[in-house]
């Protein structure tokens, strides 16, 4: 038994600084002060952490707490009081603050629903409006219940490209400022999608599966916990509490295009919340073209002589089922959820590298089992201790066949092959296996200081199976790969106008393969 291991371990340390205007000019300290209190609630009356207040026109101001608490001290007088929150439309109101005195003013803020860019800063959970981060995020809201997916709402963020090979299922490409592939990571809800496969990829979930889609550029904060060198993407799901709700949507399209959504769940009085979404995508791909066509009884390709010809083995489908359960705001929770997602998908392949080269029942196949936890708890055991914890099982199975004994022109006809495969003779399964966990603890030292720590483990197991022989065989030398990342950071933000980030993390990789000799 030979072992072949590469270890690395790698160590970055980052000051991000953000100075937006000259610090708040000192207020004479004969002017009588007041202050004003309340709390910033959601339409649905939920508390909204983090949001910002200030008196326009002026250099003071402050931010809500977890539970959307805010106290504003300045010097007695009358102010337009502004509220402002990243998903929520700006809200102005009239003041008087009294000498000596104190007043209270609860205000609720109304969901965005502009498409466009706004600033986003710290984990899954904050709503920190100004962030030394180069981070945006696009708000979905206006595109619900139509036939868009996440890719062509992620593709209206600036310095964002999507490409993607033709119809629906077809191969996606993301470009995030000239990076791509694997220099740019894809999460849901914090929770990493790492071999989830093209059953579960962006170009497939419709648009309503997501609040907003977060997009972090370059340095990404401790909470991610990834080494993506190009940026991330992060999928935020609605985490508003609703007594019960269905929301459904089914269009068809040209080319027999068939896509629906379900989303269905309940919040019960006692904590207890179930949702289910289910979606599905079917087309035909069955477009015209026009290319140069083979002639089987010369053997030649006229690739000056263009037809118009129809694709036929061009079929997709993919179906996909997202459950989770669970309870929340309960003494020992805020979130605790249990989750299932299930997923399939059925491709045909048309063509290769070019076009003229044509195929007729090359296919792939393949589904999807990730079951996950998530934890979140405000205020855990101190105030001010606010711990997350994610983790998940990822089994992605693809099989790729072409063991056809014919090949194809575009014109449908066939001519038999020399030996199985219109490509490469293959009936090839491989059998994905990841494992990850994600640790989280902020600190919050009044409202100025937060102290935090992430820790974020990942495990891969690839192997291929070789399905033509019988019994069938696997490869010697599966690969295996495992990683810890580990950060922290520390955020001082004495006021709108300054926020000071230092952070750190360090890497640990391990690359391993066994070989039987």
């Known amino acids: 038994m030979k072992k072949i291991a590469d270890m690395c371990e790698r160590f970055r340390f980052y ?48 931010f809500t707490n977890e539970r959307g608490l805010y106290h ?9 009081m502004v509220f402002s929150s990243v998903g929520f439309e700006k809200s102005e109101h009239k003041v008087e603050i009294p000498a000596d005195g104190r007043i209270k003013l609860n205000v609720k803020l109304k969901s965005s629903t502009q498409l466009a860019e706004v600033i986003v800063v710290g984990s899954q959970v904050s709503k920190v409006k100004n962030s030394a981060y180069n981070a945006v995020a696009v708000n979905t809201q206006d595109l619900v219940n139509t036939t868009k997916t996440l890719s062509d709402a992620l593709g209206k963020a600036p310095g964002m490209k999507i490409r993607e090979s033709g119809g629906v299922g077809s191969d996606m490409a993301v470009t995030m400022d000239g990076f791509s592939g694997k220099h740019i990571k894809v999460f849901i809800d914090g929770v990493p999608q790492e071999g989830v496969g ?13 609040e907003r889609i977060e997009v972090y550029r370059g340095v990404v904060p401790v909470g991610f916990g990834t080494d993506a060198i190009g940026g991330i993407i992060n999928i935020v799901t609605p985490k508003r509490r609703r007594q019960w709700f269905v929301d459904a949507s089914y269009s068809y399209g040209s080319f027999n295009t068939h896509k629906s959504y379900v989303n269905v769940g309940q919040a019960l009085q006692n904590g207890f919340k179930y949702e289910i979404n289910a979606f599905q995508n079917y087309s035909d791909n069955d477009y015209w073209i026009d290319s140069p066509v083979e002639d089987f009884v010369t053997g030649a390709i006229n690739r000056k002589k263009k037809e118009h010809v129809r694709r036929f083995n061009d079929t997709y489908h993919n179906e996909a089922v997202v459950a989770k359960l669970g309870f929340a705001n309960k003494p020992w929770a805020d979130r605790m959820l249990v989750g299932f997602t ?29 079951p996950s936890v998530e934890y979140f708890k405000r205020n855990l055991f101190v105030r001010g201790l606010d711990l997350s914890f994610n983790a998940s099982y990822n089994r992605n199975v693809t099989v790729n066949v072409d063991t056809a004994s014919v090949k194809y022109n575009w014109r449908g006809e066939t001519d038999r092959l020399n030996s199985p495969g219109e490509q490469a003779y293959q009936n090839a399964k491989a059998d994905n296996n990841n494992w990850s966990a994600a640790f989280t603890a902020n600190y919050r030292l009044g409202q100025n200081h937060v102290f935090t720590l992430n820790d974020v483990f990942n495990s891969f197991r690839r192997s291929n199976e070789n399905l033509l022989t019988f019994p069938t065989t696997r490869d010697e030398i599966p690969k295996v790969t495992s990683k810890n990342i580990v950060g922290m950071s520390y955020r001082y933000m004495p006021n709108t106008k300054l926020n000071l980030t230092v952070f750190g993390k360090h890497y640990n990789q391990l690359l391993l393969s066994d070989k039987t000799f």
């Open 342 to 370: 299930y997923s399939h998908m059925y491709k045909e392949i048309q063509t290769g590298v070019r076009q003229e080269i044509v195929y007729g029942r090359k296919h792939r196949h393949g589904h999807n089992l990730m």
């Open 15 to 62: 000051v991000l600084v953000v100075l937006f205007h000259t610090l708040p000019i000192l207020t004479s300290a004969m002017s009588p002060m007041g202050m004003i209190s309340g709390k910033v609630l959601s339409a649905y009356g939920e508390a909204i952490d983090y949001a910002t207040i200030f008196l326009k026109g002026t250099e003071y101001s402050c």
């Open 72 to 80: 504003l001290k300045a010097p007695a007088g009358n102010y337009t």
């Open 198 to 210: 093209g059953s579960f990829g962006l170009n497939n979930i419709p648009v309503n599966f997501a």
